[in-house]
């Protein structure tokens, strides 16, 4: 069945997921940390080391400026 979670990749999914909820909630670091890529990679490896893929995504995002623009959108209603 293609596009189906696999029982490993909905735990990893929930790791990544609660490393984030972590980053944003930690007061040294806050949501603004979603916004800098150095940041995310250095938090991330130490959070979660062994998901390189979802690290990299992540970090991509963090790039590319998605958490800035999702809170722009919001900010619009």
């Not at 029982?7 to 990544?16: G, H, I, K, L, P």
């Not at 940041?39 to 390189?52: E, G, Q, R, T, W």
Request: net charge negative; no cysteine.
């Amino acid at each position: 069945m293609r596009g189906a979670m696999t029982s490993s990749s909905r735990d990893r999914t929930a790791e990544v997921a609660a490393a984030l909820r972590s980053i944003v909630t930690d007061p040294m670091h806050g949501p603004a940390a979603l916004s800098d890529a150095a940041v995310m990679s250095n938090l991330l490896k130490d959070l979660i080391p062994d998901a390189h893929r979802e690290n990299a995504v992540v970090v991509a995002a963090a790039e590319a400026g998605v958490a800035d623009a999702l809170r722009n959108y919001i900010a619009q209603g």
